[in-house]
């Protein structure tokens, strides 16, 4: 950081002892959007889904990993979405132009991840 930067008190935590609050940091973002977020164990649901039955499909091992990978990307991609739902929520949640610009572009992510897994699927299983 610059010099005189304000330094966030988090940081500085190195190795081992970084790596173990990173993964508890993780669950817990993964256990609010569940909480939360109505889409996220919609997704879920889709992914306890899929997973298995990509793995079941007879196909190479790169179009199981094509298969899972399009489904995982929904999950970050909602998380993402969620993610800049609650700053935009945290600074106001007053109708403001900017506000629902950030929302609907992070709902557009989603659709696109979406459409993505549709198109995939489509083509590994079609082709």
Not at 22 to 39: H, I, K, P, Q, T
Request: charged share 15%.
């Amino acid at each position: 950081p610059a010099p005189g930067a304000p330094v966030s008190p988090h940081k500085g935590k190195t190795g081992v002892e970084r790596l173990r609050r990173a993964f508890f940091y993780s669950v817990e973002g993964l256990s609010a959007a569940y909480r939360n977020e109505d889409a996220f164990r919609q997704e879920v649901l889709l992914t306890l889904l899929l997973v298995p039955a990509a793995l079941l499909t007879p196909v190479p091992g790169t179009a199981k990993a094509l298969l899972i990978g399009s489904v995982l990307l929904v999950l970050v991609v909602e998380l993402l979405n969620s993610a800049i739902e609650a700053v935009t929520d945290r600074i106001s949640i007053e109708d403001h132009v900017l506000a629902k610009q950030a929302k609907d572009m992070g709902s557009a992510a989603v659709l696109v991840a979406l459409v993505m897994l549709a198109v995939v699927w489509a083509l590994v299983l079609l082709a």
